[in-house]
């Protein structure tokens, strides 16, 4: 037997594993709209046939987030390489503010206290949707009850609307449910710089993080201007909503 034939049958010996994500992958007994079921499959049905198979649950407890949160690619990637249940971010926030340790989180209290004692006002940006994957409304609804309870007399809120993770044209009703909450609060204000929207396209081409730049350091010299598409008619002011 030459070299090559005794490294081709040493090769042979050894089995191989293969780790295949579909995203977007599923199954669901109805066939309407099913692309999955329509396109027929025969490789993967042959694969089930002829080797054990099982299904795994990937929205929920199962991967670690609340019942009823459906899961994405994100947290499906986080638990299938764990190969455990990983709780989610969403759940670890919301025990900690259930059991009040979000209270007690150092950078927060430092912050807080720093802006109380130098008279500052408080900026809060983020998603705003109760999608829960990447934010949740009552996460920031805690923020804020936690400024107000250190004393913080002006706060401001720039609203980033979910473009993902929560149906179309959603995002009105998340403002409704805000400036609902607010109007509990004073010195809160919505500034009109919530009023637009940015593509996947302008994010990747690198606007996203000169805005972040303009944003959380204050750099509007060095940065390029960046103009947001105006997405809502109604959110067009000049002056913030003091609710």
Known sequence: MTNDNRDQKRNCDHRVDAL??????????????????????????MLELSYPSSELLCSGNAVGL???IMGNSEVGHMNIGAGRKVFQDLVRINNAISDRSFLSIPSLVNTMQTLKNEGNALHLMGLLSDG??????????S???MACDFGI??????????GR??????????????????K????????????????????????????????????RKKQQMIHLKPSMQHMKQ???MSL
């Not at 829960?132 to 609804?141: A, P, Q, Y």
């Not at 007399?153 to 979910?162: E, G, K, R, S, W």
């Not at 637009?196 to 303009?214: C, N």
């Open 20 to 45: 295949v994500i579909l995203d977007g992958w599923g199954k669901n007994p109805f066939t309407d709209d099913n692309a999955v079921a329509m396109s027929g499959t025969p490789f993967l049905k």
């Open 66 to 68: 609340p019942d009823g």
């Open 132 to 141: 829960g994957v990447h934010s949740h409304i009552t996460h920031l609804f």
């Open 143 to 145: 923020l804020i009850d």
């Open 153 to 162: 007399d002006n706060i401001y809120i720039h609203a980033i609307l979910d």
């Open 165 to 182: 993770d929560t149906p179309p044209k959603s995002g009105f009703g998340y403002l409704e449910q805000l400036q609902s909450f607010l």
């Open 184 to 219: 509990k609060k004073v010195k809160v204000k919505l500034p009109p710089s919530a009023a637009g929207f940015m593509p996947w396209t302008e994010i990747q081409d690198g606007k996203e993080l000169r805005l972040r730049t303009i944003f959380t350091h204050g750099d």
């Open 238 to 240: 000049e002056k913030p």
